[in-house]
Nanobody
Framework: VQLQAYGGGLVQAGGFLRLSCAASGRFNSIDTMGWYRQAPGKQRELVASINSGGSTDYADSVKGRFTISRNNAENTVYLQMSSLKPDDTAVYSC??????????????WGQGTQVTVSS
């Protein structure tokens, strides 16, 4: 199973970016998908997650500004980020809990993508 992330880049404060992450390979289904981020000198933190039923969870710092969504048919998760702040600058990574062979679930990570917000 591989996760490929797209998007990211440099944006001014107040701007927006959209990240996407597609899962590929052989598996039965995907349970939860999510986005994490890690800023220099800080611990990795969960930004947002979404389960197979569409229920979402967000870090307090991004509520109202970020929206996570997924396309189950395409095994893809998206993170729409708006009203970006310099504090959002970090490497963003996607993750997924994948049902490879029921009932076994394995966690997979995609490569990180840099998001830089200038003031």
């Amino acid at each position: 199973v591989q996760l490929q992330a797209y998007g990211g880049g440099l944006v001014q404060a107040g701007g927006f970016l959209r990240l996407s992450c597609a899962a590929s390979g052989r598996f039965n289904s995907i349970d939860t998908m999510g986005w994490y981020r890690q800023a220099p000198g800080k611990q990795r933190e969960l930004v947002a997650s979404i389960n197979s039923g569409g229920s979402t969870d967000y870090a307090d710092s991004v509520k109202g500004r970020f929206t996570i969504s997924r396309n189950n048919a395409e095994n893809t998760v998206y993170l729409q980020m708006s009203s970006l702040k310099p504090d959002d600058t970090a490497v963003y990574s996607c993750a997924a809990s994948v049902v490879v062979v029921p009932p076994k679930i394995f966690d997979y990570w995609g490569q990180g993508t840099q998001v830089t917000v200038s003031s």
